[in-house]
């Protein structure tokens, strides 16, 4: 790959690698099952106000920039996957929250994108 490709998805590595941080540091409630913990409240701040799934939008960011920045075409096809697991545990994770996290039927409309702002 160019190393200019390769030094913009560095950049972008480590951005997206900050914005994992502040997504871990805005909701207590994150797992890696899909659940309402007691006493979970819907976060609609930061991050959250801006797409519904901050996290698995840095992930696709994350995952997609080490392959790129390893230089590596084999390791990018290798990602394309997760694009298609991410889309089916959004749809599920959201059927769990609107049954049982109170206020997320409200969140949804004020927060209208999953994790591409203007586009899904």
């Not at 006493?39 to 959250?48: A, C, R, S």
């Not at 080490?66 to 889309?87: D, H, Q, T």
């Amino acid at each position: 790959m160019p190393s200019w490709v390769v030094i913009v998805f560095s950049v972008i590595l480590l951005i997206s690698y900050a914005l994992y941080a502040e997504v871990m540091r805005e909701n207590a409630y994150l797992s890696r099952t899909i659940r309402v913990q007691e006493g979970q409240k819907v976060v609609d701040t930061g991050l959250y106000g801006i797409v519904r799934h901050p996290m698995y939008a840095v992930t696709l960011w994350l995952f997609l920039s080490i392959p790129v920045v390893l230089g590596s075409w084999w390791a990018l096809l290798c990602f394309l996957p997760y694009i298609a697991v991410i889309v089916v545990r959004i749809r599920n994770e959201e059927k769990v929250l609107e049954k049982g996290l109170a206020g997320y039927i409200e969140y949804k409309k004020k927060v209208k994108y999953r994790i591409i702002p203007f586009i899904w």
